[in-house]
């Protein structure tokens, strides 16, 4: 049950994320990047994070991944 939510909550963000792209919206395109760093931040000060390699290239890798679901959305409506 838990992974169906996992993938129901990536494919909504995916969607909101190519929506934000289509539109040429930069405020709701960085909402989600910024609401996840925050929730990593969080999660660190409050101690449920450990600090490794993993757990540190992951929010960056996931940051990236929304920018560019963005950027790629962006494009393809100029065409």
Same mark, same amino acid.
């Given at each position: 049950?838990?992974?169906?939510?996992?993938?129901?909550?990536?494919?909504?963000?995916?969607?909101?994320? @190519?929506?934000?792209?289509?539109?040429?919206?930069?405020? #709701?395109?960085? +909402?989600?990047?910024? $609401? !996840?760093? =925050?929730?990593?931040?969080?999660?660190?000060?409050?101690?449920?994070?450990?600090?490794?390699? @993993?757990?540190?290239?992951?929010?960056?890798?996931?940051? #990236?991944?929304? +920018?560019?679901?963005? $950027? !790629?959305? =962006?494009?393809?409506?100029?065409?």
């Amino acid at each position: 049950m838990l992974e169906l939510i996992g993938s129901i909550l990536a494919v909504i963000v995916i969607a909101v994320q @190519s929506f934000a792209g289509y539109r040429h919206n930069k405020y #709701l395109g960085m +909402i989600l990047p910024i $609401l !996840f760093v =925050g929730s990593v931040i969080y999660l660190i000060a409050v101690g449920r994070y450990n600090l490794s390699f @993993s757990n540190v290239l992951m929010p960056i890798v996931v940051v #990236l991944v929304l +920018i560019g679901v963005y $950027l !790629f959305a =962006g494009r393809t409506t100029k065409k």
